[in-house]
């Protein structure tokens, strides 16, 4: 899951304007479209907040996108026309980066990989399993067939989690 250099450098230009609105963030999407591209902020609360299970609310959206508008004016980093959006991640939540995989061992998980793996006809790009364990270079997950894979960081294109109602 690497950042396109557009991405990485969205994400610190914004990174300072969400913090100081006392949320975290979880990521930066950037699809250009045309003549009107879309930029996807997604926050969090902060990790004391969610203890007291407290969660992000539209005040903090707006907040967030007022203060991500004011130094995107002064920084101007997109050319032409974009939309901004900034949500929470939601249920389903994307990950950004390795190290959010962390916090979700033992949760199903969707991942879009690079290269296909599995033998022969059963070659895939698409998996969806819990996720037993991840390291510094890969992950290992358990489909719901009871396969197991070792997939390397390097090879995922994009990962989800799953959301299932306790």
Not at 32 to 51: D, F, K, M, N, W
Not at 77 to 97: N, T
Request: one cysteine or more; proline letters at 3%.
């Amino acid at each position: 899951m690497k950042l396109s250099t557009k991405v990485a450098e969205l994400t610190a230009i914004i990174a300072p304007a969400v913090a100081a609105c006392d949320v975290a963030l979880w990521g930066v999407e950037f699809a250009p479209q045309g003549q009107r591209s879309l930029l996807r902020i997604y926050i969090e609360s902060l990790p004391e907040e969610q203890a007291q299970d407290k969660h992000v609310t539209i005040e903090n959206c707006a907040a967030v996108n007022h203060q991500v508008s004011g130094i995107l004016e002064v920084h101007d980093p997109i050319a032409g026309e974009y939309i901004l959006e900034v949500s929470s991640p939601g249920f389903d939540r994307a990950f950004f980066s390795d190290e959010q995989m962390h916090h979700y061992i033992g949760q199903t998980v969707s991942l879009r990989l690079i290269q296909a793996i599995g033998q022969g006809d059963q070659k895939r790009r698409k998996v969806t399993g819990i996720l037993d364990s991840i390291d510094t270079t890969s992950l290992k997950m358990t489909t719901t067939d009871n396969e197991q894979f070792e997939i390397d960081l390097s090879n995922i294109d994009k990962a989800n989690l799953i959301y299932e109602d306790a």
